[in-house]
């Protein structure tokens, strides 16, 4: 395990590189422990930047125990005879290195970029030119510095929440590299006489910013400006301009401020492409944000001791992402939290699929509710938790359009089991049946949920192939009539309702199949079934025995289909293939010998009869 270290440099062009022969490497000795250096890793050019050299880029991977540490490294150059490259700095204690410093509070994904600046060439009798050198060292973070600003921007020309995460953390990493310029001179040594720091790297920041806003910010031709910008939109860039500026906090002035305002107004356009617009590049930001909003709120957690309404207002503004945390962390209590919970589905955007989200919420509440707070629940305040537990599963099951995500209408519909069962013994204003009505109407409610989301969820057939094998239209429904029927109730009669009318609905999607594809279905998925709740298995079993009667009159050999599966484990389906498959009229005249082994010799099945009762080895091989 370690971290992957992105080395961006621009080369000298007096090295005089031939890309196609030259090489350039990063040489250490500390990435591998040891006191030689040599190479950790090798760069590629990848832009010719004229009369600046090239553009280099390289990666390595860094021992996890180097984090936080202090490493030398240098590039080292193929040209000619090869050589090092040169720091214009007068060494102190030893040889001047460039020094490379990890934060792990910075590390993003597993990755570090170390933005580096001009890898420059010693030139001969510099010593009379050194103060020279040193203002062109500076001249030269600043040319490195816009270039690594360009790099970094681009990754924003595709716009997600991925990029944008991305594009934050790594210009972190160039602002805490370009701002602290440091060398390795026996140890760690900042190169405080260049006079280059954080004022410097932020005036270039800004001025970079001021330079991709311009195009937005013409008042004529603008459309001929903005063809070569990296962001198309110019509300995006606003705010990616805005969130750098708090991030960095950065001095802007006055009239930055107004084009600020600017990028941030939007344009005249259709309602839909407005609508499209905003909706996309929020998209973005609440992503990137979202967990800066949590901690914000952890760390003014004491307010909510001075208002006790404050948790509602806060889950109301929290991205639904973080509201199990948040719920979690800020020990909310179960009715408040269910309101809060019950709401944001409620009103949350038609476009919000993220399953898992919804699921590790109800999670979040149903392992609230089984803790000893929920016990202590009053009368009143449990039959509103169970009407919120009610709306949440309604709400949860019109969210979830695929049977692959059942597991999270299975959650809601436990969560109301669990409330249900912590029903208190009190009785409100003396009448024992106050809540009785309530309770069972809610319970029947939920029952009628969950079937409408079955009967969504399940728009095709069960099975969708034939002979010899039949599988399942949807591969995890078997699984999710598992995880609702093996939910409990408190209520003994309400339970024997809730699973009979389940198995009910599913026996009538088995009975729509054809019969044969019935039994098939029954004995070829046979080990899935073992692993259910054996009330399932019992349904399928049913189903292909009732299918046998019909199947006869289609399939004559209808052992003969089933012979590949382990036939012991479906006696009594064997057997009643066995019986349905006799001739009437041997039943009727038992005594006709002559008819049973002429039934006997021609049924394609009988061998089968004889390998079920393990006697097919005393059988000679002539009568198969």
Same mark, same amino acid.
Request: hydrophobic residues 40%.
């Given at each position: 395990?370690?971290?992957?270290?992105?080395?961006?440099?621009?080369?000298?062009?007096?090295?005089?590189?031939?890309?196609?022969?030259?090489?350039?490497?990063?040489?250490?000795?500390?990435?591998?422990?040891?006191?030689?250096?040599?190479?950790?890793?090798? !760069?590629?050019?990848?832009?010719?930047?004229?009369?600046?050299?090239?553009?280099?880029?390289?990666?390595?991977?860094?021992?996890?125990?180097?984090?936080?540490?202090?490493?030398?490294?240098?590039?080292?150059?193929?040209?000619?005879?090869?050589?090092?490259?040169?720091?214009?700095?007068?060494?102190?204690?030893?040889?001047?290195?460039?020094?490379?410093?990890?934060?792990?509070?910075?590390?993003?994904?597993?990755?570090?970029?170390?933005?580096?600046?001009?890898?420059?060439?010693?030139?001969?009798?510099?010593?009379?030119?050194?103060?020279?050198?040193?203002?062109?060292?500076?001249?030269?973070?600043?040319?490195?510095?816009?270039?690594?600003?360009?790099?970094?921007?681009?990754?924003?020309?595709?716009?997600?929440?991925?990029?944008?995460?991305?594009?934050?953390?790594?210009?972190?990493?160039?602002?805490?590299?370009?701002?602290?310029?440091?060398?390795?001179?026996?140890?760690?040594?900042?190169?405080?006489?260049?006079?280059?720091?954080?004022?410097?790297?932020?005036?270039?920041?800004?001025?970079?910013?001021?330079?991709?806003?311009?195009?937005?910010?013409?008042?004529?031709?603008?459309?001929?400006?903005?063809?070569?910008?990296?962001?198309?939109?110019?509300?995006?860039?606003?705010?990616?301009?805005?969130?750098?500026?708090?991030?960095?906090?950065? %001095?802007?002035?006055?009239?930055?401020?107004?084009?600020?305002?600017?990028?941030?107004?939007?344009?005249?356009?259709?309602?839909?492409?407005?609508?499209?617009?905003?909706?996309?590049? !929020?998209?973005?930001?609440?992503?990137?944000?979202?967990?800066?909003?949590?901690?914000? !709120?952890?760390?003014?957690?004491?307010? !909510?001791?001075?208002?006790?309404?404050?948790?509602?207002?806060?889950?109301?503004?929290?991205?639904?992402?973080?509201?199990?945390?948040?719920?979690?962390?800020?020990?909310?209590?179960?009715?408040?939290?269910?309101?809060?919970?019950?709401?944001?589905?409620?009103?949350?955007?038609?476009?919000?699929?993220?399953?898992?989200?919804?699921?590790?919420?109800?999670?979040?509440?149903?392992?609230?509710?089984?803790?000893?707070?929920?016990?202590?629940?009053?009368?009143?305040?449990?039959?509103?938790?169970?009407?919120?537990?009610?709306?949440?599963?309604?709400?949860?099951?019109?969210?979830?359009?695929?049977?692959?995500?059942?597991?999270? %209408?299975?959650?809601?519909?436990?969560?109301?089991?669990?409330?249900?069962?912590?029903?208190?013994?009190?009785?409100?204003?003396?009448?024992?049946?106050?809540?009785?009505?309530?309770?069972?109407?809610?319970?029947?409610?939920?029952?009628?949920?969950?079937?409408?989301?079955?009967?969504?969820?399940?728009?095709?057939?069960?099975?969708?192939?034939?002979?010899?094998?039949?599988?399942?239209?949807?591969?995890?429904?078997?699984?999710?009539?598992?995880?609702?029927?093996?939910?409990?109730?408190?209520?003994?009669?309400?339970?024997?309702?809730?699973?009979?009318?389940?198995?009910?609905?599913?026996?009538?999607?088995?009975?729509?199949?054809?019969?044969?594809?019935?039994?098939?279905?029954?004995?070829?998925?046979?080990?899935?079934?073992?692993?259910?709740?054996?009330?399932?298995?019992?349904?399928?079993?049913?189903?292909?025995?009732?299918?046998?009667?019909?199947?006869?009159?289609?399939?004559?050999?209808?052992?003969?289909?089933?012979?590949?599966?382990?036939?012991?484990?479906?006696?009594?389906?064997?057997?009643?293939?066995?019986?349905?498959?006799?001739?009437?009229?041997?039943?009727?005249?038992?005594?006709?010998?002559?008819?049973?082994?002429?039934?006997?010799?021609?049924?394609?099945?009988?061998?089968?009869?004889?390998?079920?009762?393990?006697?097919?080895?005393?059988?000679?091989?002539?009568?198969?």
């Amino acid at each position: 395990k370690g971290i992957t270290v992105y080395f961006h440099a621009i080369l000298s062009k007096d090295f005089k590189l031939n890309p196609e022969t030259d090489k350039v490497f990063v040489k250490s000795g500390a990435f591998c422990g040891g006191a030689k250096w040599e190479n950790i890793c090798e !760069m590629s050019c990848v832009k010719h930047l004229d009369v600046h050299g090239y553009l280099i880029e390289g990666y390595t991977v860094l021992p996890i125990e180097y984090m936080n540490k202090f490493i030398a490294y240098k590039y080292w150059i193929s040209s000619g005879e090869g050589e090092y490259e040169f720091i214009y700095k007068k060494q102190v204690v030893d040889i001047v290195n460039r020094c490379l410093y990890v934060n792990s509070n910075l590390i993003n994904n597993g990755e570090w970029h170390q933005y580096d600046d001009i890898v420059c060439k010693k030139v001969k009798s510099w010593w009379s030119y050194f103060q020279d050198k040193s203002k062109g060292v500076v001249e030269g973070k600043k040319i490195a510095a816009e270039i690594m600003l360009e790099n970094i921007f681009s990754i924003l020309g595709t716009w997600s929440p991925i990029n944008m995460s991305n594009f934050l953390y790594q210009l972190k990493q160039f602002h805490v590299v370009a701002a602290h310029p440091c060398v390795y001179d026996g140890g760690w040594m900042p190169w405080t006489e260049l006079g280059f720091g954080m004022q410097q790297v932020n005036d270039l920041l800004l001025q970079y910013m001021r330079k991709i806003a311009r195009p937005f910010l013409l008042p004529e031709g603008a459309e001929a400006s903005q063809k070569g910008v990296v962001m198309k939109s110019k509300l995006a860039l606003g705010l990616t301009l805005l969130t750098i500026v708090d991030a960095f906090q950065l %001095p802007a002035a006055k009239e930055d401020l107004a084009g600020l305002c600017d990028l941030l107004c939007l344009e005249k356009k259709s309602q839909k492409a407005v609508e499209d617009e905003f909706h996309q590049t !929020m998209e973005v930001f609440a992503s990137s944000v979202r967990r800066t909003l949590l901690q914000l !709120m952890k760390e003014k957690k004491y307010l !909510m001791e001075l208002d006790l309404t404050l948790v509602k207002s806060w889950m109301c503004v929290l991205p639904t992402e973080n509201l199990a945390e948040f719920i979690e962390d800020f020990s909310v209590d179960i009715l408040t939290s269910l309101q809060g919970v019950s709401y944001r589905l409620q009103n949350a955007a038609p476009s919000f699929k993220k399953p898992e989200v919804v699921e590790r919420l109800v999670k979040t509440l149903l392992s609230l509710v089984c803790g000893e707070r929920a016990r202590a629940l009053q009368a009143r305040s449990w039959l509103s938790c169970l009407t919120l537990c009610f709306k949440l599963h309604e709400s949860v099951c019109a969210r979830t359009e695929r049977v692959l995500e059942f597991r999270v %209408p299975a959650a809601s519909a436990m969560l109301i089991a669990t409330l249900a069962g912590l029903q208190p013994t009190e009785q409100v204003l003396g009448d024992e049946t106050a809540l009785e009505n309530p309770v069972v109407e809610i319970l029947s409610e939920a029952l009628t949920c969950t079937r409408s989301w079955f009967k969504s969820a399940l728009s095709q057939k069960l099975l969708k192939e034939r002979h010899p094998h039949v599988t399942f239209t949807f591969s995890a429904e078997l699984e999710a009539w598992d995880e609702f029927v093996k939910i409990s109730f408190p209520d003994e009669q309400f339970n024997k309702r809730w699973k009979s009318t389940l198995l009910a609905d599913l026996e009538r999607r088995i009975q729509e199949e054809d019969p044969v594809n019935r039994i098939l279905a029954y004995c070829c998925q046979q080990q899935r079934l073992r692993g259910l709740d054996r009330s399932i298995g019992c349904c399928f079993e049913t189903c292909a025995i009732e299918a046998v009667t019909a199947a006869c009159q289609t399939q004559s050999s209808l052992l003969d289909m089933i012979s590949s599966y382990n036939m012991d484990q479906f006696s009594q389906l064997v057997s009643t293939i066995i019986v349905k498959s006799w001739p009437r009229k041997i039943e009727r005249s038992q005594d006709d010998f002559d008819e049973i082994l002429h039934h006997l010799l021609t049924w394609p099945d009988v061998k089968h009869i004889f390998s079920f009762n393990g006697m097919s080895a005393c059988i000679p091989p002539k009568f198969w």
